[in-house]
Structure formats: C-alpha cells, structure tokens
C-alpha cells in the first residue's frame, strides 16, 4: 500500500537519509526504531509528505506523492493520511468534537456527517462524555485519543504517529498501545510508529531498526 524507495535526504551537507527502501501493506503496524539522530522522524515526515526528500520516491494506493504540489498535496494528505505526534496539536480554543470535524470539514464533507462520524469516535475511544469539553480539561491520556480521532476522522489509507506515547504515563501509553491494536483488528487500519517504546515495538507486525540513516534490519513479530 505503501512503498517508498530510494529516499534520501539532506541538511546542509550532512546525509541524514541513505537511500531509505520500505514497503507496508494494508492493516500492519510498523514500528521503527533507533537512537536519535538515527533519521526516524525525518523518514516519518518524507513519507508522510510534511517534508520533501532530496532524491527517491514516496507512493500511496498507486498515487506517487512525492510528484503532488501545493494544493493537491495538502488535499491528498488530508484525505489519505492521519498524523499523532507526541504532542497532540489540539486547538485549545476548540472542543474535543471540533478538533476530531476539523480535517473533516477543511476535506469538504458534510457537516453533520462529519459531526456523526467524530461522535462515533469519541465514543469508541472511551470520550462520550468528553466531547464538550476543552483539551485543558482533559487528561493527556484523554488528549492523545482525542488526537487519534482526529487522525482518523477521513479514513485515512495510514496514520503515522511520531513518538505518540512519548508524553504520557506508562498507564496511559499502555492503552495507547491496545488501542492501535484494536483499530488495526477492527478496521484493518495501517500505522507507521516512530517510538522509542519496546513495548509498542513489540506489539507491532514488524520493527525496523534504523541506524545513521538507514534501515539495518527488520524484525517480525
């Protein structure tokens, strides 16, 4: 569903990507792992087309987004690709409902449809009595689901989600972790995870241990 190949990319004069090869199919959970500066997130970013990489290319369900610019690059992103950072990115002037419609509304899709399926969402990820309220009233446990249902909003083909853990309490990163799991046996949802979390890596389909910019081993589990 997705495959990537020969990504490279550059700052400066460093080489951060080294000619990066990778293929995920529908409904696996990819975790790739690493030291830092290993080249995760910026790999995480190219593929997820936040960032554009120096040479190679990036394809999604046969459209190859690495060649999609300006307008028809955010539209295609909105619509094919949810984003969990380790920092949700909730508006804090929005309701948890409304930050769930808001790709959904920018896509053009019906408001009411958009509000039906955010519902169902929250609901689903243990919020329906949470929906009104601001992200300073939630949890971060709550705040990190109320973000995957955002990224979810537009069955997305993938979600990449960027150490989405990283900010929370074992308990809550825990079920962050059943979580994915449950949405991939469930809906056969695809997800790409940068983490340092063994456990999370774990409970993925395959872990792919990145070093200096390249993938050196895969691990399937």
């Not at 999604?60 to 539209?75: E, F, H, P, W, Y």
């Not at 083909?157 to 990283?166: N, Q």
């Not at 900010?167 to 695809?190: G, I, M, W, Y």
């Amino acid at each position: 569903m997705l495959q990537a190949e020969g990504i490279h990319k550059f700052y400066g004069e460093l080489e951060v990507l080294k000619g990066v090869d990778l293929t995920i199919q529908k409904g696996e959970i990819v975790s790739i792992i690493g030291s830092s500066g290993a080249g995760k997130s910026t790999l995480l970013h190219i593929l997820g087309s936040l960032d554009a990489a120096d040479e190679g290319s990036v394809q999604l369900n046969d459209v190859v987004i690495t060649q999609l610019k300006g307008k028809k690059l955010a539209d295609f992103r909105n619509k094919n690709i949810g984003f969990v950072f380790q920092f949700h990115h909730l508006l804090p002037e929005f309701s948890a409902l409304e930050n769930v419609c808001i790709p959904g509304w920018i896509a053009g899709r019906k408001k009411k449809e958009v509000e039906d399926d955010a519902k169902s969402l929250l609901t689903k990820l243990g919020l329906a009595e949470k929906m009104d309220n601001k992200p300073s009233q939630l949890s971060g446990g709550q705040q990190q689901r109320v973000a995957v249902a955002r990224a979810l909003i537009n069955k997305p083909a993938i979600v990449f989600a960027d150490e989405p853990t990283g900010n929370l309490d074992s308990k809550n990163a825990k079920e962050l972790h059943n979580l994915f799991v449950q949405l991939r046996n469930e809906f056969e949802q695809t997800f790409l995870i940068v983490t340092h979390n063994e456990e999370l890596a774990s409970m993925s389909n395959r872990v792919l241990h990145m070093k200096d910019g390249r993938i050196i081993n895969e691990q399937i589990n």
